[in-house]
């Protein structure tokens, strides 16, 4: 049980290229998300999906589209990244309600030159 | 609309003593959750606690303890004897039990234990 696993660890882009940051879970969970961290912002929102099949906006959506592929997999794109997206990107996944608490993936240190 | 507040931005203590971390929220929900998440040096988000707003009683994992105040919005997290180890950045989060509720986050707190 590997719970939620992000690929790659670490990532150096030039403005205008474009990557996908990979999260997978094993852990059978509906909901899934994606964060960004910065110094002294604590973790923003970009995108979450309550359940396969369905996406929605966070807090700091611009710049990014998601890919809910299965209920394991949750993609985040950069189309054209900008420095402004330098950041670590962190993946969660959601315990069904009587739990209900959000478990990390281990996050994805990216730099955009 | 929910916020989660950390004043004390970088608290620096020896080995051993104790320690308490300062959390106050703000939400319209009646019923909500509150969380703490360790990060260590290494990165990971790790999850310590969760607690429901009905529950207001105080709870104790073998150094850490946590107090949970409805009526001053506060949920406090005290390590005892702390140690090296417990060197991190906490924050602590709030989210209504609603399936489009985001999960909010202070700016975090870090806490450095010098042996």
């Known amino acids: 049980n590997a719970g939620v696993t992000q690929t790659p660890k670490f990532q150096v882009l030039k403005t205008g290229q474009s990557m996908t940051l990979q999260c997978a879970q094993d852990?059978?969970?509906?909901?899934m998300y994606w964060y960004r961290q910065d110094p002294g912002m604590g973790l923003r929102l970009i995108y979450y999906s309550a359940s396969e099949g369905t996406t929605d906006k966070g807090e700091v959506p611009n710049g990014y589209n998601v890919s809910r592929l299965n209920k394991r997999e949750f993609s985040l794109r950069l189309e054209s990244a900008a420095p402004s997206q330098t950041s670590v990107y962190f993946c969660a996944s959601r315990t069904g309600p009587s739990t209900d608490t959000q478990y990390f993936g281990p996050g994805t240190r990216l730099t955009v030159l | 609309a929910q916020k989660v507040t950390q004043a004390q931005t970088e608290i620096s203590v020896v080995e051993k003593e104790d320690v308490t971390l300062d959390c106050v929220y703000e939400?319209?929900?009646?019923?909500?959750?509150l969380f703490w998440y360790k990060q260590p040096p290494s990165g990971e988000l790790v999850f310590l606690i969760r607690r429901n707003s009905f529950d207001e009683q105080n709870e104790i994992s073998g150094r850490y303890s946590w107090n949970f105040q409805k009526s001053t919005s506060s949920f406090n997290f005290t390590i005892t004897a702390s140690q090296v180890v417990d060197s991190a950045v906490y924050f602590c989060?709030?989210?209504?039990?609603?399936?489009?509720?985001?999960?909010?986050f202070g700016k975090g707190i870090t806490l450095s234990v010098r042996p």
């Open positions: 852990m059978n969970h509906n909901s």
């Open positions: 989060a709030l989210r209504a039990p609603r399936a489009n509720s985001k999960l909010t």
């Open positions: 939400t319209r929900d009646t019923t909500y959750y």
